[in-house]
């Protein structure tokens, strides 16, 4: 099973800052990466699939990067709305992980 | 508009059976996967299987495989998950998904229901 580790647990920023999330996978996942947007009481949204597309009606400040077992999710400039819990998940042989997940809290 | 509408909170009692489901609306239900996800109180995301409702294929997560049983009917749009004897352990909140493709596989959740909390106590 490929595991998925994001760092830092916590990020603490203010906003219009620049965030910068990491997720690495324990084996290479290609391209086959995707990253969620959960808030409190709230189902995930899905920001990011293939590593780097952003799914609709997601905001250009949200971008992806990386491939085979490094990923990145940047957040260019902060928004209010943005302070959440952020997850990726990758899918290999029918398998699906995700990672344990990043707070980005207000600072 | 796709839409998956999960049914509502359950309390039940260690030992007991449950089956909480999830309906979709907006797309061709039979033709892309809904998968199941656990999230226990304070922790992240947990995946427990897939379905495809097109055929009833399953896949089981390995931690998941013999607690629960994923299953759908296709005649009303909604796949369901189940537990025959229920654990403490088991309270959580639990989201059904569809699975979007890339490159032809089912690969990553792109729609969400609101999720179902089950809770289980004596």
């Known amino acids: 099973e490929i595991v998925l580790t994001q760092s830092p647990a916590t990020l603490s920023l203010s906003p219009g800052e620049r965030a910068t999330l990491s997720c690495r996978a324990s084996q290479s996942v290609s391209s086959y990466l995707a990253w969620y947007q959960q808030k409190p009481g709230q189902a995930p949204r899905l920001l990011i699939y293939d590593a780097s597309n952003r799914a609709t009606g997601i905001p250009a400040r949200f971008s992806g990067s990386g491939s085979g077992t490094d990923f990145t999710l940047t957040i260019s400039s902060l928004e209010p709305e943005d302070f959440a819990v952020y997850y990726c998940q990758q899918r290999s042989n029918s398998l699906y992980t995700f990672g344990q997940g990043t707070k980005l809290e207000i600072k | 508009e796709v839409q998956l509408v999960q049914s509502g909170a359950e309390v039940k009692k260690p030992g007991e059976s449950l089956k909480i489901s999830c309906k979709g609306s907006?797309?061709?239900?039979?033709?892309?996967?809904i998968g199941w996800v656990r999230q226990m109180p304070g922790k992240g995301l947990e995946w427990m299987g897939i379905i495809y409702p097109g055929d009833s294929d399953t896949r089981y997560s390995p931690s998941f495989q013999g607690q629960v049983t994923i299953s759908a009917d296709k005649s009303i749009s909604t796949a369901y998950l189940q537990w025959s004897s229920l654990k403490a352990s088991d309270t959580a909140m639990y989201y059904c998904?569809?699975?979007?493709?890339?490159?032809?596989?089912?690969?990553?959740?792109?729609?969400w229901g609101q999720g179902t909390l089950v809770t289980v106590s004596s």
């Open positions: 998904a569809r699975l979007g493709y890339s490159y032809g596989y089912p690969y990553y959740f792109d729609y």
């Open positions: 907006g797309y061709s239900f039979t033709s892309y996967w």
